[in-house]
Every structure is written in C-alpha cells, then in structure tokens.
C-alpha cells in the first residue's frame, strides 16, 4: 500500500510547517506522483479538495463520492483514498497538512471528527467566495518557504472555521440544545480509542452518564445503527484498511482485532461488507492495476 505522506513530502512548501496547497497552476505535481497517487493509497495528513470546475470521482474506505463544482471533499488520516483514473477536475486545489500542524491551531474542529458521516462540503455562494480567497491567501503565502508561521495558521485557521461551520450547516447540526450531539461525538471517540477491545456498551454507556436505552436512542438517531453495529461497523473499516496496507493473514487481523475466532471474524466480515476476505482481497488488486 502506498504512504502518500512520502511522497508529498517531496513537495514542500513551507521550512517548519508541513503544509501545502497543490493547484493545477501553481504546483506541478511530476505524473510519476500522479500516477502512484491514482492507486489506492492511505495518508497521515488531512487532505482537503476543493473543485472550481468539472467534477472529480474518488473512494474513501470503498465508499464512492463525487465532487462537484464548488464542493470540497476532506479525508481524514489513515483512511484508505482512491481517486478516479478517468477524471481529472479542470480546475482545483488541494490543501494538506499533518497533526503537528493542526496541534498548533488554537482550537480543535468538530467536523475533523466527522461525527455525522459526511466528508462533502456543501458551501452557500458567499462562503465558497471566501474559501477561495483564503486558498488564495495560503497559496501566495506559501511561495515563500521561509514565510511567517503565525500567518500561514492564521489563515489555515479561519479556512478550517469555514468548513466547520458549512459542515454543521450542510447536517442541519448548527447547535446542540439538549447535548444529544455532544453524547453521540463523546460515543465515537470512545469507539475510536477502544474499539478493538471491543467495549462494552454499559460500560460506555456508564462513563457518559446515559442509560443504556438513552445511549441506543441517540446512536440510532446520528449514525441510523445500535452502538453495537457502530462498534463492528468500525472494526471492519478498520479491517478492510489494513487488508489494503498490510500483509497479514486473515488470522493473524482477526486476532488483531479482538476476535478469538478467526473464523467467526470472516462471516462477520462478509455480513458486513458483503464481499469475503477473498473477494475484498481480489478488489484491492482489480483497483491497484486498474
């Protein structure tokens, strides 16, 4: 599998701050890169795609998404990224920064959780004038390897409160009155620290002071499933990602995951995904090759 990390690195912007803004005017990306970025491949950084015009087709996790104009797609660190061989947007930029960088922001940003499970962002006409404008500012800042730090999160910081707010704003979530959103994020950070000790739901229930039956309501409601579906739905993206980049057994990742029955591992796979481990393995090469 490949690390797109390495190779971006070979495209750095800025002396102390890993961050960079590729366009299809301002960086030329070598097609040696392109190409290899066009297999199926996972980042340590946050990757965002903004589309001024056309469209652009990718796989995040297996899950196809369109971009349109004026939308943006973000991906998240260590999920799996493939994007369409066949289109190329006519216009676009990309922003990538890693999680020192994003340390060094002065708050956190809700929607890099994606608590709501929608990684495409919608924006109203004015914001998306502004979201340009901020690509703009980052883009001429960044042809100076040596620029100001403080500028470059400064403005890095205002562009992540725009997509928070649009991310909110495209899920109708833009409060959170009675908390139930704030229960539900505290539920899948859980999840994503422990669910391969695959917790259990009295026990998250408990340490987020709800009962077990308010803690089902409120899953239900954010994700559409029962904290129990959530928690093996997350253990097999977590599987499916490391079939990708890795080459351990079938075995070997059942035991990873928590499961002591390999064999229980691989019906729960197929129920879940629909395809066998055989099967998924047989796609991951289709893809690689494609």
Same mark, same amino acid.
């Given at each position: 599998?490949?690390?797109?990390?390495?190779?971006?690195?070979?495209?750095?912007?800025?002396?102390?701050?890993?961050?960079?803004?590729?366009?299809?005017?301002?960086?030329?990306?070598?097609?040696?890169?392109?190409?290899?970025?066009?297999?199926?491949?996972?980042?340590?950084?946050?990757?965002?795609?903004?589309?001024?015009?056309?469209?652009?087709?990718?796989?995040?996790?297996?899950?196809?998404?369109?971009?349109?104009?004026?939308?943006?797609?973000?991906?998240?660190?260590?999920?799996?990224?493939?994007?369409?061989?066949?289109?190329?947007?006519?216009?676009?930029?990309?922003?990538?920064?890693?999680?020192?960088?994003?340390?060094?922001?002065?708050?956190?940003?809700?929607?890099?959780?994606?608590?709501?499970?929608?990684?495409?962002?919608?924006?109203?006409?004015?914001?998306?004038?502004?979201?340009?404008?901020?690509?703009?500012?980052?883009?001429?800042?960044?042809?100076?390897?040596?620029?100001?730090?403080?500028?470059?999160?400064?403005?890095?910081?205002?562009?992540?409160?725009?997509?928070?707010?649009?991310?909110?704003?495209?899920?109708?979530?833009?409060?959170?009155?009675?908390?139930?959103?704030?229960?539900?994020?505290?539920?899948?950070?859980?999840?994503?620290?422990?669910?391969?000790?695959?917790?259990?739901?009295?026990?998250?229930?408990?340490?987020?002071?709800?009962?077990?039956?308010?803690?089902?309501?409120?899953?239900?409601?954010? /994700?559409?499933?029962?904290?129990?579906?959530?928690?093996?739905?997350?253990?097999?993206?977590?599987?499916?990602?490391?079939?990708?980049?890795?080459?351990?057994?079938?075995?070997?990742?059942?035991?990873?995951?928590?499961?002591?029955?390999?064999?229980?591992? /691989?019906?729960?796979?197929?129920?879940?995904?629909?395809?066998?481990?055989?099967?998924?393995?047989?796609?991951?090469?289709?893809?690689?090759?494609?």
């Amino acid at each position: 599998m490949l690390d797109q990390t390495r190779l971006l690195d070979s495209l750095k912007q800025h002396n102390s701050l890993n961050i960079r803004v590729i366009t299809n005017c301002n960086v030329k990306v070598p097609e040696e890169i392109y190409r290899q970025l066009l297999t199926p491949h996972r980042s340590l950084h946050y990757v965002f795609l903004l589309v001024g015009k056309g469209h652009s087709e990718h796989a995040i996790d297996m899950q196809p998404v369109t971009v349109n104009e004026g939308q943006l797609l973000f991906v998240l660190p260590h999920q799996i990224h493939l994007i369409s061989q066949e289109i190329r947007p006519l216009n676009y930029a990309v922003l990538h920064f890693d999680q020192h960088c994003l340390s060094l922001l002065p708050k956190p940003f809700l929607f890099l959780l994606n608590p709501l499970g929608n990684q495409l962002l919608t924006f109203e006409d004015k914001t998306l004038q502004r979201v340009r404008t901020l690509f703009g500012l980052l883009i001429q800042l960044l042809q100076e390897p040596d620029a100001n730090p403080e500028l470059v999160l400064s403005n890095l910081n205002t562009l992540l409160t725009e997509f928070n707010h649009t991310y909110l704003a495209n899920n109708k979530r833009t409060n959170d009155p009675d908390g139930q959103l704030s229960k539900f994020i505290g539920f899948k950070l859980t999840v994503e620290e422990q669910f391969m000790e695959q917790p259990a739901i009295q026990t998250i229930a408990d340490n987020l002071s709800l009962t077990t039956n308010s803690l089902y309501n409120i899953v239900k409601h954010y /994700s559409g499933v029962s904290p129990k579906e959530f928690i093996t739905n997350r253990l097999m993206v977590e599987a499916q990602r490391r079939l990708y980049y890795s080459e351990t057994s079938i075995k070997e990742l059942a035991y990873e995951l928590g499961f002591t029955d390999p064999g229980y591992f /691989s019906r729960l796979f197929k129920k879940t995904t629909g395809k066998s481990t055989t099967e998924f393995m047989k796609a991951i090469q289709d893809l690689s090759h494609h």
